[in-house]
């Protein structure tokens, strides 16, 4: 990098990147009103599941508890194998 060749000028023109969050901002009342949202898009959508449980659960009914149970055996012998020494 001290002899200004080609990485030293990958690094010179490399820019800083901000990753700091942005505040969670709160609109009061009259700020929503002047955006003109639809009124449903203002509320949370209590329809959706939320939690990770949920997540679990809508993908284990849908691949079959056949798939399911094949999966986790395989998990289990993975691990056995992984712990038993080898000889």
């Known amino acids: 990098m001290n002899s200004g060749?080609?990485?030293?000028?990958?690094s010179s023109?490399?820019?800083n990147?901000?990753?700091e969050r942005a505040?969670?901002?709160v609109l009061d009342e009259?700020?929503?009103q002047e955006l003109k949202l639809p009124e449903d898009e203002i509320l949370d959508d209590t329809s959706r599941q939320t939690g990770d449980w949920s997540v679990y659960s809508y993908y284990f009914q849908h691949?079959?508890?056949p798939l399911l149970g094949?999966?986790?055996?395989?998990?289990?012998v993975f691990v056995i194998g992984m712990i038993t020494p080898r000889t």
């Open 70 to 76: 094949l999966f986790l055996a395989s998990c289990i």
């Open 17 to 19: 990147i901000d990753t």
């Open 30 to 32: 009259e700020t929503l």
């Open 23 to 25: 505040p969670n901002l």
């Open 13 to 15: 023109t490399a820019t």
């Open 5 to 10: 060749g080609y990485i030293g000028s990958l």
């Open 63 to 65: 691949i079959g508890w």
